[in-house]
């Protein structure tokens, strides 16, 4: 059973930085892409950061230059937040892709950004 498990959520203020982690469960060795999206209340879910095996990383354009996603362990992704903003609220996904093209989210955790 493949588990993707948050932690690091809760409330910070506004130009603060901030870190999230995601650990995976599983046979871990076999996640191509690992990474994060997050959503909004009354929003869609967007893209955050995603990193792949080979350690390419993608940054959506609200957080690039902000955000910085990097692997900790071979089953431990992190979100570096930096100069958050209000609009950063959101409740946070870890993401993870499988090479078999399995896709597998976490329960999410909540960032509240507060002025």
């Known amino acids: 059973q493949v588990q993707l498990v948050e932690s690091g959520g809760g409330l910070v203020q506004a130009g603060e930085s901030h870190t999230l982690a995601c650990a995976a469960s599983?046979?871990?060795?076999?996640?191509?892409?690992m990474g994060w999206y997050r959503q909004a209340p009354g929003k869609q879910r967007e893209l955050v950061a995603t990193l792949t095996r080979d350690g390419i990383t993608n940054h959506g354009d609200s957080v690039k230059g902000r955000f910085t996603i990097s692997r900790d362990t071979q089953t431990t992704v992190d979100l570096h937040m930096n100069s958050l903003k209000l609009d950063d609220t959101a409740v946070y996904y870890c993401?993870?892709?499988?090479?078999?093209?399995?896709?597998?989210w976490g329960k999410g955790t909540l960032v509240t950004v507060s002025s």
């Open positions: 599983g046979i871990i060795f076999r996640y191509n892409i």
């Open positions: 993401y993870a892709l499988r090479d078999d093209g399995a896709e597998f």
